[in-house]
């Protein structure tokens, strides 16, 4: 898809060609990236100790964002990127492999004392262990192998695989064509969810993953740039693909946005510094 980003990036970003450190982040960097954690903004903001409505003006545009409380969130996604390659790299060689979603936050502390805020200390939610989890999970499915997700004495195949997703549970349910009730019943089980709903959220996973790959970067500025639609309808005509296998439901933007900010934390991993923009309509 071929855009134009004159208009999408701040005049700041514009403007300082020289110097990448001081070029701020955008609306765009906030929500995507978020979103691929998995976090809702009620939760996030006690996390980073901010202002309710101040944050969603920001995310909305209304406000400037400060790169701290996007390096809050970049740290947590290498926190969730490290995690998953652990789990990978424990995996068995041979038969199933079970993973293990921390039953609560206490739990999560005590496994992860090092997992706080840059700025507070504060902890991380404990979901951000189930969202690595569900990526870990997600990859071995595509490798091939059988997986088991457990939590405590629960099944949390399905819970994990939807947080990696960035999916809500209400999102979740319509995709599935379920009940919401129903689905979250599935959620609770503690037997194993039926591999017709894992199978589709595997497919979710597997688009996120592919489209990431191939999303258009450019560069603007000196500022390496992932594109990213924020428009349904768009992001319907340029992904006609992104469909349930079942029922051919369509996929909401927001995997979009998940594929966007995976993209942006490969090219940090590389060490560029990236930023996350929305296409021009």
């Keep these: 898809m071929t855009v134009g980003l004159a208009g ?40 980073l100790r901010v202002d309710l409505r101040k944050y969603r003006s920001r995310e909305t545009g209304a406000l400037e964002v400060g790169s701290d409380l996007v390096d809050e969130l970049i740290a947590m996604e290498e926190f969730v990127a490290t995690e998953a390659n652990k789990l990978l790299d424990a995996a068995p060689a041979e038969g199933t492999v079970a993973l293990q979603a921390v039953v609560d936050q206490g739990e999560f502390e005590t496994a992860y004392p090092d997992a706080r805020t840059l700025r507070d200390l504060v902890p991380y939610p404990m979901s951000l262990q189930h969202v690595a989890v569900g990526r870990a999970a997600a990859e071995l499915t595509r490798r091939g192998r059988d997986v088991d997700v457990h939590r405590g004495d629960r099944r949390a195949d399905l819970t994990v695989r939807r ?64 594109v990213m639609i924020d428009d349904q309808a768009e992001f319907e005509r340029a992904y006609p693909q992104a469909r349930t296998q079942r029922d051919g439901v ?26 996350i923009a929305v296409a021009e309509q």
């Design 250 to 275: 369509v996929y909401p933007r927001r995997v979009h946005r998940v594929a966007a900010a995976r993209r942006a934390h490969t090219l940090e991993a590389a060490g560029q510094s990236a930023r």
């Design 8 to 47: 999408v990036l701040p005049a700041a970003v514009r403007d300082q060609e020289d110097d990448i450190d001081e070029q701020p982040y955008m609306w765009s960097d906030l929500l995507a990236r978020r979103n691929a954690l998995s976090l809702q903004v009620e939760d996030l903001v006690p996390v």
């Design 163 to 226: 947080l990696a997703a960035g999916l809500l549970k209400d999102e979740t349910a319509r995709l599935l064509g379920l009940d919401e009730k129903k689905y979250a019943k599935f959620e609770r089980s503690t037997t194993a969810p039926p591999a017709g709903l894992v199978t589709e959220l595997q497919a979710i996973e597997d688009f996120i993953t592919t489209s990431a790959d191939h999303l258009d970067v450019t560069e603007v500025a000196g500022v390496t740039v992932v």
